[in-house]
C-alpha cells in the first residue's frame, strides 16, 4: 500500500473490489452519525489492514469466511461472503463442500441453512439452473 493511501480508502477500494461498486455504494447510504463508526472500522481494519495483508490469498480469506459464518449463524452476511467467494474464484463445487464440511462441525441445522442461503445467493447469480 502507497503511504499516501490510508488503511481506510484501501479497504473501501478492496471492498468494492469483493462486493462490487453497487454494494459499497448502497452501504454508503446507509451510513449515519451513529453507524459510520462501525462501517469505518469494517473498512480500515477489516478490508483495509487483514483483507489486504499477504500471507494468504482472498480465495482462502472467503473459504474461512463462509464456514465462520455458518458456524455462527449469520446468514445476512454469509449470503455477501458466498458472493465475494465466487468473485474470489471459488467454484459452487467449493462452496458445497465447505458448507457440508460444516455439517459436521458446526451442526446439520447451521449447515442446512447455510445450504439454503447459498443455494438462493447462487441461483441468483446465475451459477445455478
Not at 54 to 64: A, C, H, L
Request: charged share 25%; glycine share 8%.
Amino acid at each position: 500500500m502507497a503511504d499516501n493511501v490510508t488503511d481506510k480508502e484501501n479497504g473501501r477500494r478492496i471492498l468494492s473490489e469483493l462486493m462490487g461498486a453497487d454494494y459499497v455504494a448502497a452501504k454508503e447510504k446507509k451510513r449515519n452519525s451513529f453507524n459510520e463508526v462501525i462501517q469505518d472500522y469494517s473498512e480500515e481494519v477489516c478490508f483495509g489492514r487483514i483483507w489486504s495483508r499477504e500471507g494468504i490469498d482472498r480465495k482462502q480469506r472467503s473459504i474461512i469466511n463462509v464456514a465462520m459464518l455458518t458456524a455462527l449463524n449469520r446468514p445476512a452476511q454469509l449470503a455477501h461472503h458466498i458472493e465475494g467467494a465466487m468473485t474470489n474464484g471459488a467454484t459452487v463445487a467449493e462452496i458445497q463442500e465447505i458448507l457440508l464440511q460444516t455439517a459436521v462441525y458446526c451442526g446439520l441445522p447451521a449447515a442446512g441453512e447455510a445450504f439454503r442461503i447459498a443455494e438462493e445467493v447462487l441461483r441468483e447469480g446465475g451459477h445455478l439452473d
